[in-house]
């Protein structure tokens, strides 16, 4: 069995930074990533990561602002957020599916909120 618990959510300004953490338990193999879901808004990719550290890909308008890494070590993924805006504003959640590259994202954590002002 897989969990994910994220963490380091939180009110920020606009411009300003936060890293949110994702420790894994369980089957740490795969692939990772971060999804978005604004209030009243569909839930929308936002980064993601093999567990070996290969092909981070990113959202369009993430991309330069946001960077996705991982730890072995540590069995954490985090997600480094710089430049934020306020549309950045929603609950982030971490996810995990057994392919590196493929497949659908099968385990979810409960998600972190992210707040920024203007």
């Known amino acids: 069995q897989v969990q994910l618990v994220e963490s380091g959510g939180g009110l920020v300004q606009a411009g300003g930074s936060l890293r949110l953490s994702c420790a894994v338990s369980?089957?740490?193999?795969?692939?990772y990533a971060w999804f978005r879901q604004a209030p009243g808004k569909e839930r929308e990719f936002v980064a993601a990561?093999?567990?070996?550290?290969?092909?981070?890909k990113y959202a369009d308008s993430m991309k330069g602002r946001f960077t996705i890494s991982r730890d072995n070590a540590k069995n954490m993924v985090y997600l480094e957020m710089n430049s934020l805006k306020p549309e950045d504003t929603a609950v982030y959640y971490c996810a995990q599916r057994p392919m590196a590259l493929v497949g659908s994202y099968n385990y979810w954590g409960q998600g972190t909120r992210v707040t920024v002002s203007s």
């Open positions: 369980g089957r740490t193999f795969g692939g």
């Open positions: 990561i093999t567990w070996t550290g290969a092909n981070p």
